[in-house]
T-cell receptor
Framework: DAGVIQSPRHEVTEMGQEVTLRCKPI?????LFWYRQTMMRGLELLIY????????DSGMPEDRFSAKMPNASFSTLKIQPSEPRDSAVYFC?????????????FGSGTRLTVV | KQEVTQIPAALSVPEGENLVLNCSFT??????LQWFRQDPGKGLTSLLL?????REQTSGRLNASLDKSSGRSTLYIAASQPGDSATYLC????????????FGSGTRLLVRP
């Protein structure tokens, strides 16, 4: 298995532009998570999906952030408009079933820089 | 509110030394605890997962222990190597209905040749 695949690896954009981050979870994993990592706040959960349905989006910082999972093999995290304080590393993770005490597999992350 | 603390924040040791990384959490109501490794500019690699009913898990030179009642976990690395240099993060999954992981801020390890 290729693991959790995220794209792009790096993104540099100007303030005000729309940014879309992409994630392909491991096949058969029913849960998908989006995390953000910053120096100040560490790793924080933004949103997670179960069987393509958003379950908890309480970590999404503002209405500028939105996430979708149109099918079991693809998810997007969109920021519109982007701001410099959104600069961070965004990770996607998937899990087969947290209820069974399985762990989480993380992607390599997307490093976003908003200038 | 669950809080996870890792001490020390940074550690530098000579190659070959055995070392212990510490993780503490404030609420013992957890499903499991997971240790990750993060290399600079890279993603997180899962090292060990300890279920709440378990006391320890081992993988190669790594051994993780869990004392749920006292809210502590340790990651023991035997015979450290320069390739072990990375940031080590622990994360707990609370027992509540949420599936979010609560992460510590990590211990940055440097193993000197």
């Amino acid at each position: 298995d290729a693991g959790v695949i995220q794209s792009p690896r790096h993104e540099v954009t100007e303030m005000g532009q729309e940014v879309t981050l992409r994630c392909k979870p491991i096949s058969g994993h029913d849960y998908l998570f989006w995390y953000r990592q910053t120096m100040m706040r560490g790793l924080e959960l933004l949103i997670y999906f179960n069987n393509n349905v958003p379950i908890d989006d309480s970590g999404m910082p503002e209405d500028r952030f939105s996430a979708k999972m149109p099918n079991a093999s693809f998810s997007t995290l969109k920021i519109q408009p982007s701001e410099p304080r959104d600069s961070a590393v965004y990770f996607c993770a998937s899990s087969p079933s947290p209820d069974r005490n399985y762990g989480y597999t993380f992607g390599s992350g997307t490093r976003l820089t908003v200038v | 509110k669950q809080e996870v603390t890792q001490i020390p924040a940074a550690l530098s040791v000579p190659e070959g030394e055995n070392l212990v990384l510490n993780c503490s959490f404030t609420d013992s109501a957890i499903y499991n605890l997971q240790w990750f490794r993060q290399d600079p500019g890279k993603g997180l690699t899962s090292l060990l997962l300890i279920q709440s009913s378990q006391r320890e898990q081992t993988s190669g030179r790594l051994n993780a222990s869990l004392d749920k009642s006292s809210g502590r976990s340790t990651l023991y690395i035997a015979a450290s190597q320069p390739g072990d240099s990375a940031t080590y993060l622990c994360a707990v999954r609370p027992l509540d209905s949420s599936y979010k992981l609560i992460f510590g801020s990590g211990t940055r390890l440097l193993v000197r040749p």
